[in-house]
């Protein structure tokens, strides 16, 4: 099955990189990198986690490249490592407990406006699986069938995590005003 | 539809810092060492450039084919020295600053800086009982691969690095020749860059000078 490759071409730069063509994995990197960081970010509301995250998708991605179906788009493919890259990460902080220092250079890596301190407040408040559905739903512009793909769960779960995370937002975010 | 929420209106306020610098170059860099030690990669598989040349042809266009990718090797042949010397460039810069910032948060007790892909990098120190000749000596990039297995070491010369070759712990020194080579002094071996082909516990070795930060 051989491919009219274009460089602009998802598919054959996919191809390509399962094959072990570093160009072509460059390129989907550069593709995918901002888009990566700002996902992590947006699940973990730390600026270096969000790095590392998106360094181990990207890593996880070149290992398993051969693995990838193509039964979904290579976006969502990323994405879902990313989640799974972020629970890891999760797991890690809970297990090292991390220094307090580092919280609190966290807190200052970035001089947020008021509102969206109160909105990562908000964010950061919710429990992860909620964080995650709203995050893809909302940032990520996922219908609920796509994102229950990401996180392999139910679309229904996926709705019902929407709807509790909504729910938690408008209060905190209401309760603030 | 969502621009009607005001949650979502909400949501979309929040600002995404950037990445820091360095951090970007940092995950290309170990996602494409990442990619060359996957198992299921074929050694020397074709770049695309050249592929697009392959498959469009059928046997009554065999003359133009060939002509083709005579024409596309040539291209290949001039365009991919340059890429590659290009990723080359771009890493020995990434190792240059990952070892600079290593000496800067551990100054001379930092012996070496040892990365397996995919995994943290293992920062080396001496007990102190070098300290004040280090950080003076020449950077120097080791490279031990067998198989899929790669194993980098940033150091320098002349200062003493542990690696864990096929499960054995194999010391040695890395040693910046006159000629711009390295010798590799370890216990029970020497390895000098005219061993070609030699061997240090089974894994093939490479070495690079690295230019002073």
Same mark, same amino acid.
């Given at each position: 099955m051989e491919a009219s490759c274009h460089e602009t071409d998802e598919t054959c730069l996919v191809d390509c990189a399962a094959n072990g063509d570093a160009d072509a994995f460059a390129e989907l990197f550069n593709?995918?990198?901002?888009?990566?960081?700002?996902?992590?970010?947006r699940l973990t509301l730390r600026g270096s986690d969000a790095e590392d995250i998106a360094q181990d998708t990207f890593i996880k991605a070149a290992r398993t490249l051969g693995s990838f179906r193509r039964d979904c788009p290579f976006k969502n493919w990323l994405y879902r490592i990313a989640v799974? $890259?972020?629970?890891?990460?999760?797991?890690?902080?809970?297990?090292q407990s991390r220094l307090a220092g580092e919280l609190a250079a966290s807190a200052m890596e970035v001089a947020r406006p008021r509102d969206?301190?109160?909105?990562?407040?908000?964010?950061?408040?919710?429990?992860?699986?909620?964080?995650?559905?709203?995050?893809?739903?909302?940032?990520? /512009?996922?219908?609920?069938?796509?994102?229950?793909?990401?996180? /392999? &769960?139910?679309?229904?779960?996926?709705?019902?995590?929407?709807?509790?995370?909504?729910? &938690?937002?408008?209060? $905190?975010?209401? /309760?603030?005003? | 539809m969502k621009s009607e929420d005001p949650l979502a209106a909400a949501l979309s306020g929040l600002p995404v810092p950037p990445a820091t610098p360095g951090a970007r170059e940092r995950a290309l860099h170990r996602a494409t060492i990442a990619l060359r030690?996957?198992?299921?990669?074929a050694d020397g598989s074709p770049p695309y450039a050249r592929r697009r040349a392959a498959g469009r042809f059928g046997m009554r266009w065999a003359l133009a084919g060939v002509f083709v990718m005579l024409a596309a090797g040539a291209f290949w042949r001039l365009e991919r020295p340059r890429r590659t010397e290009e990723i080359a460039r771009q890493s020995i810069e990434i190792d240059r600053t990952v070892l600079g910032q290593m000496k800067a948060l551990f100054g001379a007790q930092l012996n070496a800086v040892v990365e397996r892909a995919g995994a943290a990098p293992d920062i080396r120190l001496s007990d102190g009982a070098e300290e004040g000749e280090a950080g003076q000596s020449q950077p120097v990039l080791i490279e031990f691969t067998r198989g899929g297995d790669l194993i980098r070491v940033l150091g320098y010369s002349g200062r003493p690095v542990c690696v864990d070759l096929a499960g054995r712990r194999t010391c040695f020194e890395p040693l910046a020749t006159g000629d711009g080579g390295i010798i590799l002094s370890g216990n029970g071996f020497c390895w000098t860059p005219q061993d070609r082909g030699g061997e240090v516990s089974g894994y093939r070795v490479a070495t690079r000078l690295l230019p002073n930060s």
């Open positions: 593709r995918y990198y901002p888009m990566i960081h700002a996902f992590a970010y799974n $890259a972020a629970e890891d990460a999760r797991r890690r902080d809970a297990r969206h301190t109160r909105l990562t407040e908000a964010l950061a408040a919710l429990g992860e699986d909620l964080r995650q559905a709203i995050v893809l739903v909302y940032y990520e /512009g996922m219908n609920h069938a796509e994102a229950a793909r990401v996180l /392999g &769960c139910a679309e229904t779960t996926v709705s019902w995590r929407v709807f509790r995370a909504r729910h &938690c937002l408008r209060k $905190a975010l209401r /309760g603030s005003r | 030690q996957s198992g299921d990669v």
